[in-house]
């Protein structure tokens, strides 16, 4: 059986919904992300339909997406002056070492946790 074959279910009769191989999703379907560059949001729709692939570094051997219905989409939210505030002040406090407590013009990366010349002040010294 081939792998398209495997994946293509438009009736949901084996996997509960709708699912079709990857790149052949019927128009009137949308992932997430795509809802997103057409500027819409899935508004609490549940998902409708799924794309599937096989996928070899998975453990399961398969690679999903879900597809949501376009016509049942709504417009994205607007930022607000205080959503842009917030966001701001989030980028700031990744940005800020908790240790120096000097802002960088990177984030800090979590994997320290405090920025590069606090986590190998010895290496900063050498140098």
Not at 19 to 27: E, I, K, V
Not at 65 to 86: F, N
């Amino acid at each position: 059986m081939s792998t398209y074959a495997k994946c293509f279910d438009p009736d949901g009769t084996r996997f509960g919904i709708p699912t079709f191989p990857w790149r052949f999703a019927p128009d009137g379907y949308a992932t997430r992300r795509q809802l997103r560059e057409k500027g819409l949001r899935p508004g609490g729709q549940p998902v409708a339909a799924q794309v599937m692939r096989r996928h070899g570094g998975r453990k399961s051997g398969v690679q999903v997406a879900y597809l949501y219905r376009i016509d049942c989409a709504k417009p994205v939210r607007p930022m607000t002056s205080r959503k842009w505030g917030a966001l701001a002040l989030a980028m700031l406090a990744r940005r800020t070492c908790p240790q120096c407590r000097l802002t960088y013009s990177y984030c800090i990366p979590t994997s320290l946790g405090v920025c590069v010349p606090c986590a190998y002040p010895e290496d900063q010294r050498a140098a």
